[in-house]
């Protein structure tokens, strides 16, 4: 028992750890959940409650300085839990939530001491000692890993039997309306999601995903590969644009494209949200990712190379896959300061513009747009406890979030900041955003047909064995209609500032008693 408590602690720390390896978003329960099922014997089951779970968490994810619901430590302890009690996918969902708001809660708590370490990295900073600025990012990151281990570990340790009994007590019309209520929460996310994506321009590529699942059987892989043909026919450039070019490439420079690759690949470009805190986000993975050019650049200038450590210790935050391309523009202009062409203040406040425009255009492309199409294509697989669920899942979000961190870094350096400016006037920048939003909702509307399967159970006539239900009229006059109208609803919620906290719980209890009267079904 304690091995196994250690092991699921364990898979709970690489969770964590996924930040530092590039933002992997394997801290995902369709990801842990799992490994959870190695550890304790039932893999097929626990690929089943992991789709489940990232079902229910599907709008927890951290975007700009939101703090989720800990899925990691809600989807780790719920699946042991459901796996070791001998239960399914209803308990594994009545503990999740309430665990993760338990364990972001722990966290919150432990952040204020983050204040004091970021006092230490300022210090080092000014002295010009990059390994003291390195210590402070692991010791920020590993706090939080040691945390949720030991959470992880001593409440499966310990906790197992009494939540076990806990378990058994619970009446059976609460879990079937915790199933009914984890049917219906998918629809809260797709909300949540839309919230960020959705305009008037895109509404009807919304429905347009729904219908062709609705009334085709369209899967959401079809779903998505229609949209990247809708999207390249509708912004198709009548003729190649010239890319502007900065002056970098043709002066003389210390950097190599080896310098610029390790720019993308390494610790801090990597470990962007590994030391995440409230205070300055990802500033000090930034200053570490950029001090290997820095080091270069200024050579032979102590006091210069100081400075710009001290520079890029202040707020930075942006997608981390974004990141190594504002590293390259930064880079291009810190050889500018070292020629003395530019100022400090100029390269702070080309930062700065960056991080807005480019946090808005990351989110919607990898949160809003490539993980949707991930979450969907693994889910589709893992319901059926196929293992290539997950590994597509991972794959699909991955790989493209890789491919754009090195080209995005060279791009930077190369096309610099005068590039980007001129995609602005031109409008690329917007058709770029506009393409990632179609084709996210796209893919939200068919998930809003095909991953919410909450039932109303309400008997309207009987002849013989033949019942006519409420669920079946709906379904001849639209099947999925309970999705549609729920995601609309969340969505509508959503937009009068009503707390995500709040509409979960509510649907919690409006499944308790639809249970508990025979209306609703999961």
């Known amino acids: 028992m304690l091995l196994q408590a250690i092991l699921i602690g364990l898979v709970a720390a690489l969770g964590v750890l996924g930040d530092q390896m590039g933002s992997l978003y394997i801290n995902r329960p369709i990801i842990l959940a799992p490994l959870v099922g190695l550890i304790v014997g039932n893999l097929e089951q626990s690929i089943v409650i992991g789709a489940s779970l990232e079902l229910f968490f599907m709008g927890a994810v951290s975007v700009g300085a939101y703090i989720p619901p800990d899925t990691i430590v809600g989807g780790v302890l719920a699946t042991a839990f459901a796996l070791s009690t001998g239960r399914g996918i209803e308990t594994a969902v009545t503990l999740a939530m309430p665990i993760a708001l338990v364990s972001q809660a722990l966290g919150n708590l432990c952040n204020v001491f983050n204040s004091i370490i970021l006092r230490w990295t300022d210090d080092y900073a000014a002295k010009g000692n990059y390994n003291g600025v390195v210590f402070t990012h692991w010791l920020i990151g590993m706090i939080t890993v040691v945390r949720r281990f030991l959470l992880v570990l001593f409440a499966y340790y310990l906790g197992g039997d009494a939540v076990g009994n806990l378990i058994n007590a619970i009446p059976e019309f609460v879990t079937n309306g915790m199933a009914a209520a984890a049917g219906l929460l998918p629809a809260l996310g797709f909300a949540m999601l839309m919230r960020m994506t959705i305009n008037k321009q895109n509404i009807p590529y919304y429905f347009l995903g729904f219908i062709l699942a609705a009334y085709m059987g369209v899967p959401v892989l079809g779903v998505a590969m229609i949209g990247v043909i809708l999207v390249l026919v509708k912004f198709k ?18 950097i190599t494209k080896k310098d610029i690759t390790n720019l993308a690949f390494n610790q801090g470009s990597l470990g962007m949200e590994f030391s995440w805190n409230y205070e300055r986000q990802m500033h000090i993975a930034f200053a570490m990712m950029m001090n290997h050019n820095l080091k270069k650049i200024y ?95 991972f794959l699909l979000y991955n790989i ?47 998930m809003s047909k095909d991953m919410v399967w909450t039932t109303l159970n309400v008997e309207l006539s009987r002849i013989g064995d033949e019942v006519t239900t ?53």
Request: glycine share 14%; charged share 15%; with cysteine.
């Open 237 to 254: 450039q009548p003729q190649k644009q010239k890319l502007y070019r900065g002056c970098l490439t043709m002066m003389t420079s210390k």
């Open 299 to 393: 050579e032979g200038d102590e006091e210069g190379y100081r400075d710009a450590l001290v520079r890029h210790v202040e707020f930075f935050n942006v997608t981390p896959q974004l990141a190594p391309f504002i590293g390259g523009v930064v880079t291009s202009m810190e050889e500018m300061k070292a020629r003395g062409e530019v100022d400090g203040e100029a390269i702070a406040s080309i930062k700065t513009a960056l991080m807005g425009p480019l946090s808005g255009i990351g989110d919607s492309i990898f949160v809003g747009c490539l993980r949707v199409i991930a979450v969907g294509i693994g889910i589709s697989l893992a319901q059926a406890g196929n293992i290539m669920g997950p590994i597509l899942y």
């Open 400 to 446: 493209p979030c890789f491919i754009v961190r090195y080209f995005g870094a060279h791009f930077g350096y190369n096309l610099g900041f005068n590039y980007l400016q001129k995609m602005q006037e031109n409008g690329m920048m917007d058709k770029l955003l506009s393409a990632a939003s179609i084709l996210g909702v796209m893919v939200v509307g068919c």
């Open 470 to 522: 409420l669920q079946s009229i709906l379904d001849g006059i639209m099947p999925g209609l309970i999705g549609l109208g729920g995601t609309w609803l969340y969505y509508f919620l959503l937009k009068k500032k009503v707390n995500p906290v709040i509409l979960i719980f509510g649907t919690m209890i409006i499944g308790v008693i639809g249970a508990y009267f025979g209306v609703l079904a999961g």
